[in-house]
């Protein structure tokens, strides 16, 4: 598989040279495949929204380390950084952080519009995009942002971010804060922009169950470091050092892991309900 | 004391409500809280949630009906200091909340403001740092804090005003599952010593322990019960779009695929005590 981001030995220290200078990251390292679903996960304060600064050139390696993105060496002060915040699209954690125009219908024509094109070709863009993250372009087009529920706001962020027609979207925490419905259709959107898009998705989640749900590779981050990287399944298989880097296995691996203590002889490598489900059965009609 | 601590008495409120273009958020709304509940509040975004939340302790006034604390209304301005000390609010985003760049001013913040005698003060604040488990980073600036911390600091500057009840908006939702797990352990050592929990989630894991929950639908409660009763009405909660509880919904499919097991399973530690006894009962 092509390789569309590569970040080695990547540091950085908030604050650096005063009394109150925080190192965020020591040494972090993150792949990511040319029409996967990869996951970032840590606990808080691992530097997983830092490390993603990195990938279209928010932050650059400075004395060590290495970024290249879309074949750019971001390190390099001559990389064509404009080109790279077009293909790396970066979704905030806070929605009302990313909106900035009085209209939802401004607000995500604002990136086509500083690309220059057409009057035609940037509305098509703004219908494209605000139907396929399920926002109807007639009702909200010309709503107020400010008036949008939490949910339509996280959906307007990321159509102003797929009008930029980006080749790698970046979501940091996308379904924080949505009622389970909102989460689920999310996950169906996310997943369309990978198979019907062609859109490789880089998603940063606490949400165990949302990871074993969509993620085809994770990278866990521990106090600025990258401490495993893997398949999905195989990352959820060591729930040992997964806890030794204060996080747990999704509420379905834990759930079986409990049963096997308490004497069933489960299968372990269940990471959904419906898998554990699946293993229960299995292991209760043996 | 005749008068339950929290009554909600015909509540609506309406955003927009003198203009042509009114959005009605809770309507005629009745409820009562009990000194000490644990209460939990799940339903969809815009159903309603955080407007009730903010109506508890006068952040909004209803457009009708009454809420009252401790026998007192929130639409009395005079009853409103006493009503935001008894009724505290920590919300989603820490960050909105902060006005100081030391941890343990910002705990001392509220108090000192309401004029708390200095060794009160101190008191307050270092129970509160203690409590949520901040004392190491009492002198560091808010900013500086993880995701989870900040969440606890929130609930620390909360706890100074010494409250009768905390009022959380979905306080656990930006956090990792330990740090969660820290904030809900925190809530129940808080229950257990008397504080009323209200409760605003999207994660129904986190409603197991509560001795309430109620489901909001377009401003009404659609559902209100024990979580065991209210997981136990799948098809209402299906139709409301909510998720079962995951050892619930494995519970749920086992039952459905011929496995015996009682409905009402809701966690982890009754599905394993059921399945293990009950080993072979389908073979």
Excluded at chain 1, 195 to 221: H, K, Q
Aim: negative net charge; charged residues 20%; contains cysteine.
């Amino acid at each position: 598989m092509t390789v569309i981001a590569e970040l080695q030995d990547i540091r950085h220290v908030y604050l650096s040279n005063t009394p109150l200078a925080t190192v965020a990251l020591q040494g972090a390292a993150l792949s990511v495949h040319q029409g996967e679903i990869a996951a970032l996960v840590g606990p808080s304060g691992a530097g997983k929204s830092t490390l993603l600064h990195f990938l279209n050139g928010l932050l650059r390696p400075r004395a060590t380390g290495h970024v290249c993105v879309f074949d750019q060496d971001t390190g390099d002060p001559h990389s064509d950084i404009v080109a790279l915040r077009q293909q790396v699209g970066l979704v905030f954690q806070y929605p009302h952080q990313q909106l900035f125009e009085r209209f939802v219908g401004d607000d995500i024509a604002y990136g086509p519009r500083q690309q220059g094109h057409s009057h035609e070709q940037v509305t098509e863009t703004v219908r494209w995009a605000m139907q396929t993250v399920g926002l109807d372009f007639e009702t909200f087009v010309d709503r107020h942002t400010f008036s949008l529920s939490g949910g339509e706001m996280r959906r307007a962020a990321l159509a102003g971010v797929l009008a930029m027609r980006p080749q790698l979207l970046v979501l940091d925490e996308a379904t924080a804060g949505l009622d389970p419905r909102g989460r689920r259709e999310i996950h169906h959107l996310l997943r369309h922009l990978r198979d019907e898009e062609g859109i490789t998705i880089l998603l940063v989640s606490n949400d165990m169950d949302e990871v074993a749900e969509l993620a085809d590779r994770v990278t866990v981050l521990h106090e600025g470091q990258t401490v495993m990287q893997g398949l999905t399944r195989e990352v959820f298989a060591d729930r040992q050092r997964l806890a030794a880097h204060d996080l747990d296995l999704p509420a379905a691996g834990e759930i079986v892991h409990a049963l096997r203590e308490g004497g069933l002889a489960v299968d372990l490598g269940a990471i959904t309900v419906a898998e554990a489900e699946e293993a229960i059965w299995q292991a209760m009609t043996r | 004391m005749d008068h339950p601590f929290i009554r909600i008495e015909n509540l609506s409120y309406t955003y927009n409500a003198q203009t042509d273009a009114p959005i009605p958020a809770l309507r005629q709304i009745n409820l009562t809280i009990a000194r000490g509940e644990y209460l939990s509040i799940v339903g969809h975004n815009g159903s309603g949630k955080s407007t009730l939340a903010k109506c508890l302790n006068g952040l909004l006034i209803p457009t009708e009906g009454e809420v009252l604390i401790d026998g007192q209304p929130t639409r009395n301005e005079d009853a409103l200091i006493p009503i935001r000390t008894q009724v505290g609010m920590v919300f989603q985003n820490p960050d909105n909340q902060f006005v100081t760049t030391v941890v343990e001013d910002e705990v001392a913040f509220g108090p000192e403001n309401l004029g708390v005698p200095r060794d009160e003060l101190r008191r307050r604040v270092d129970d509160a740092l203690i409590a949520t488990h901040l004392w190491e980073w009492r002198k560091h600036s808010p900013r500086h804090l993880s995701a989870g911390q900040k969440a606890r600091l929130a609930i620390a500057a909360t706890l100074a005003m010494a409250p009768d009840c905390l009022v959380l908006d979905e306080s656990t939702a930006m956090l990792d599952p330990v740090s969660r797990r820290n904030v809900l352990a925190l809530l129940q050592t808080l229950h257990q010593d008397g504080l009323a929990i209200v409760a605003i989630t999207h994660f129904m894991e986190e409603v197991v322990p509560a001795d309430r929950v109620i489901v909001m639908e377009r401003g009404q409660i659609a559902l209100q019960g024990t979580p065991r009763d209210v997981f136990a009405q799948h098809e209402t909660l299906d139709r409301l779009g909510l998720n079962l509880p995951p050892a619930a919904a494995i519970a749920r499919g086992l039952r459905q695929r011929g496995i015996d097991l009682p409905p009402g399973l809701l966690t982890t530690q009754e599905l394993v005590r059921h399945l293990t006894q009950g080993k072979g009962a389908g073979a």
